[in-house]
């Protein structure tokens, strides 16, 4: 009896992780709109949404298209936040 059960687990446990990774790496994105963060003066800012996709998952900074080099925010409460990243 011993002789099949310890095989059997085995078999059990590697088809349990093998669906385990598919399952995480097929999870969705979370993607996010992309804000151009604008300098008013005197230290206040205001929040464009540009229409652009990003991510907050690590990746190639998301830039402004219309210049290629402005980083993308996400908005978070009343500031534009955290850079955001393109979508791989």
Do not use: S
């Not at 002789?3 to 446990?13: C, E, R």
């Amino acid at each position: 009896m011993k002789k099949i059960m310890i095989p059997a687990a085995v078999i059990l446990l590697g088809t349990g992780a093998a669906f385990a990774t598919k399952a995480n790496q097929e999870k969705a994105r979370a993607t996010f709109d992309g804000y151009l963060r604008i300098d008013e003066g005197g230290g206040q800012f205001r929040c464009e949404n540009t229409g652009k996709q990003c991510t907050d998952e690590d990746g190639p900074t998301c830039v402004w298209a219309v210049d290629g080099v402005t980083p993308l925010r996400k908005v978070g409460g009343t500031m534009c936040g955290a850079t955001l990243h393109e979508i791989q």
